[in-house]
């Protein structure tokens, strides 16, 4: 990615990871019938956000592969690639 995203506060930029799209029994599934994804690779973290005067940490770093909420984030291109912004609120788990 030439361009450079700094998100802020608690928000991550985060590559959405697509499921598979055909069934076991070879059939493909069309776009317009696919879920929304709910796995991806944090590409960017913001620096935190502020409780009390304290600067709280994100808990997930760049490279990590997370679950987030399905309908969670905001949908943004980036040089013609999708990417979603995501608050650290719609992270429900890292991925080991």
């Given amino acids: ?3 450079r995203i700094k998100p802020v506060s608690d928000n991550l930029l985060v590559e959405p990871l697509e499921r598979e799209e055909k069934l076991p029994s070879g059939l493909v599934i069309p776009d317009t019938a696919k879920e929304k994804p ?3 690779k944090v590409i960017a973290v913001g620096p935190g956000k502020y409780e009390h005067g304290q600067l709280v940490k994100l808990e997930v770093k760049v490279g990590d592969r997370i679950l987030f909420k399905r309908y ?3 949908e943004i291109k980036i040089e013609g690639k ?3 912004m995501v608050g650290m609120e ?3 788990a890292v991925i080991e």
Avoid: A, R
């Fill in 82 to 84: 999708d990417y979603l």
């Fill in 1 to 3: 990615m030439k361009t």
């Fill in 72 to 74: 969670g984030g905001d």
């Fill in 90 to 92: 719609d992270i429900l």
């Fill in 38 to 40: 709910q796995e991806g």
